[in-house]
């Protein structure tokens, strides 16, 4: 694991401890900084939603869907450099850690079901 980015180091341990420790917080906020406190919130706020067709976080605005570690979110499209591990928005980190430790609200239904009623 020596050669692995700082992305794939905090994962491999997160996955291993399968929960949120004060040393794991500190490896993603030392690696993405503000948006990795904004991804932990919202995992400790339930706000990382599965549904049949997608996964969606709960933003302050709006809802994203995020699927393969790629967001619809703007700081995604215009920010971030999509070759560069370390930069990803706070929303496609909240998957990745919510994943990672089962804090994931599952959703038996498809999501263009219910975004048809919002």
Known sequence: MSEANPVERWQATLEEAGELTPEIVGRITDVHGDRGVRAIEAVGE??????????????????????????????????????????????SLAVAIARRVGHVDYHDMWYSDVRELL
Do not use: M, Q
């Open 46 to 91: 339930n706000r990382v939603k599965s549904y049949r067709d997608f996964t969606i976080v709960v933003g302050y605005d709006d809802e994203y869907i995020v699927e393969d570690g790629g967001c619809t979110c703007k700081d995604s499209e215009y920010n971030l450099d999509a070759d560069d591990p370390t930069e990803r928005c706070w929303h």
